[in-house]
């Protein structure tokens, strides 16, 4: 029947008009801010960078490849590498970014740069009442205002954050089982070559 599609909106608009006044589980607005209804797990905003253990700095798990900010669309992220290694979280000298800024006034929420992440340092905030009266000021952020813990990142994303910590924990195992490998490997190919008798030099 031609229409039927909007009669069958406007009678359910009517039910939750009518049953708002009387059941709760019709409303379908809050009073916000007073109010806040809960992000969605997969809602996403903007980028922030995890990092792990207890200094935001230290812990950050961006080495500064700088493929993010290749392949931003709109190019609103700058990142000048560190000219030294220092140690992270766990003491292991690694490289960091000096400067690692978002310009959110730019950027596009395309998650590109989570995407293209090869060490899971980026990933999408849900975090959106940012509104200011200074876009170049406010909408700026440096990795000091970027940085937020993993637990943070838990809490928003519980389901992807499991997920990306068991496959950084099996890389991490994984790469522990080589180093050990190898290093048994040359213990053994010294030992051998310490018991291997010395051929005697001709004499002339």
């Known amino acids: 029947m031609l229409g039927e599609g909007i009669i069958k909106g406007m009678a359910e ?3 939750n008009f009518v049953g708002s006044y009387h059941d709760a589980a019709r409303l379908t607005t809050v009073e ?13 905003n903007f ?3 995890v990092f792990d253990g207890n200094d935001p700095m230290a812990g950050l798990r961006c080495v500064a490849c700088q493929i993010c900010e290749k392949e931003c669309p709109p190019k609103c992220i700058y990142i000048v590498k560190d000219s030294v290694k220092k140690p992270d979280y766990l ?10 800024d978002i310009d959110i006034s730019v950027c596009m929420s395309c998650q590109i740069c989570v995407e293209v992440c090869p060490f899971e340092a980026i ?13 170049f000021g406010q909408l700026l952020l440096d990795k000091h205002q970027l940085a937020k813990s993993n637990v943070y990142y838990h809490g928003i994303h519980p389901t992807e954050a499991e997920e990306v910590d068991e496959r950084l924990n099996a890389e991490k195992t994984k790469a522990e089982a080589k180093a050990k490998a190898d290093a048994e490997t040359k ?17 002339k």
């Open 47 to 49: 980028p922030f960078l």
């Open 91 to 100: 003491g292991k000298m690694q490289v960091q970014p000096k400067t690692f």
């Open 187 to 203: 213990a053994k190919a010294a030992a051998a070559k310490a018991a291997a008798p010395v051929q005697p030099v001709p004499s």
């Open 123 to 135: 990933k999408m905030d849900t975090e959106f009442e940012l509104s200011t009266t200074d876009r």
């Open 13 to 15: 608009t009517a039910r």
């Open 32 to 44: 916000f801010p007073e109010d806040k209804v809960p992000a969605k797990e997969n809602a996403r």
